[in-house]
């Protein structure tokens, strides 16, 4: 069963690349900040020298976290954007290669990047109107901020 679920329309789609040293989540969010974009698609490939991956522990309903720092091929960054507190909120999670080619991933902790070189492409999506948006709660059940 579907619980939550909002219409939205294709708008604009922007390409670009991440400043080095730039943290990828924070980057991203401000960027849709400044273009009033509240719902959206991103995807980001490139490289990183630092970056924390983490995971949910849904009985603790805490994240646990893991620090990286090295060179790191970003095989694969993906995720939304939508709104929490009423600003833009990125929710990314990231698979990451390292000079063995081994992978390792999880969801990307904010604040916690450092790109080497990165290029990003974000879909952004309007909804027909503000009620359309979807909006992120506290959710009782799993201790998360969801839709
Ligand atoms: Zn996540």
């Not at 993906?78 to 290669?97: D, Q, T, W, Y």
């Not at 063995?100 to 991933?105: L, S």
């Not at 070189?117 to 503000?130: I, K, P, R, T, W």
Request: one cysteine or more.
């Amino acid at each position: 069963m579907i619980k939550v679920s909002k219409a939205f329309k294709a708008d604009t789609v922007h390409m670009g690349r991440l400043e080095k040293g730039a943290d990828i989540i924070q980057s991203l969010e401000r960027f849709c900040l400044e273009n009033n974009i509240k719902a959206g698609w991103v995807n980001v490939i490139g490289a990183l020298e630092k970056g924390t991956i983490s995971y949910y522990d849904q009985q603790a309903h805490m994240y646990h976290h893991q620090p990286l720092s090295g060179e790191y091929e970003i095989v694969s960054c993906s995720g939304n954007i939508s709104l929490k507190e009423g600003k833009p909120f990125a929710h990314l999670h990231i698979v990451l290669s390292d000079t063995d080619y081994q992978t390792v991933g999880g969801h990307l902790w904010p604040g916690t990047t450092a790109i080497f070189a990165a290029e990003f492409v974000l879909f952004a999506l309007n909804g027909q109107a503000d009620s359309d948006l979807l909006e992120r709660c506290p959710d009782v059940q799993t201790g998360l901020a969801l839709w």
